[in-house]
T-cell receptor, first 113, second 112 residues
Framework: DVKVTQSSRYLVKRTGEKVFLECVQD?????MFWYRQDPGLGLRLIYF???????EKGDIPEGYSVSREKKERFSLILESASTNQTSMYLC????????????FGQGTRLTVV | QKEVEQDPGPLSVPEGAIVSLNCTYS??????FMWYRQYSRKGPELLMYTYSSGNKEDGRFTAQVDKSSKYISLFIRDSQPSDSATYLC????????????FGTGTQLKVEL
């Protein structure tokens, strides 16, 4: 079974803090994604990566950055957390050419206070 | 206007009912159509995946795509309480890389 693991289920951070969300997949997938999920807005793509050290902006990259130093790990960074970044964050991975079949992690519920 | 529209529900049905979940879309370039199921406090999991128009069946689940109407459906036969979840449609273009565009999800509750 494909396994996508996010480092935390729940996080509470203060406004202005730098926040790191970590994601690891164990199926040697080339593609990795970060989404946020908000009521009434659905899943929105923040960043994605096709390969190590490569990244592409999604629909809502403002206030976020990413890092992919190893194939299996994709990190989402909130440079200076704000209350409007309170959300459910979902990591996903997919094989090359199979990006339409994405496997998701369990999600990280981030609250910024 | 959103590229993908989906009624958020909630939709409540009795056990054994046939459930119809739907999405409409505006981007005629969408060629790949997916349905994901998301249980409370979990990540989405892929249920069905179809390319272009037509039907696809997998057990109690049937996915339909009508590209002329820009309308997709997921039917669940003999619904069970374990089907209670949020159902997300997702779509992708040919050559659109790996980007998926999601609907907002429909919350389904199947009651005993």
């Amino acid at each position: 079974d494909v396994k996508v693991t996010q480092s935390s289920r729940y996080l509470v951070k203060r406004t202005g803090e730098k926040v790191f969300l970590e994601c690891v997949q164990d199926m040697d997938h080339e593609n990795m994604f970060w989404y946020r999920q908000d009521p009434g807005l659905g899943l929105r793509l923040i960043y994605f990566s096709y390969d190590v050290k490569m990244k592409e902006k999604g629909d809502i990259p403002e206030g976020y950055s990413v890092s992919r130093e190893k194939k299996e790990r994709f990190s989402l960074i909130l440079e200076s957390a704000s209350t409007n970044q309170t959300s459910m964050y979902l990591c996903a991975s997919s094989p090359r050419g199979g990006g339409r079949i994405a496997f998701f992690g369990q999600g990280t519920r981030l609250t910024v206070v | 206007q959103k590229e993908v529209e989906q009624d958020p529900g909630p939709l409540s049905v009795p056990e054994g009912a046939i459930v119809s979940l739907n999405c409409t879309y505006s981007n005629s370039a969408f060629q790949y159509f997916m349905w994901y199921r998301q249980y409370s406090r979990k990540g989405p999991e892929l249920l069905m995946y179809t390319y272009s128009s037509g039907n696809k069946e997998d057990g109690r689940f049937t996915a339909q795509v009508d590209k002329s109407s820009k309308y997709i459906s997921l039917f669940i036969r003999d619904s069970q309480p374990s089907d209670s979840a949020t159902y997300l449609c997702a779509m992708s273009e040919t050559g659109g890389g790996n980007k998926l565009t999601f609907g907002t999800g429909t919350q389904l509750k199947v009651e005993l």
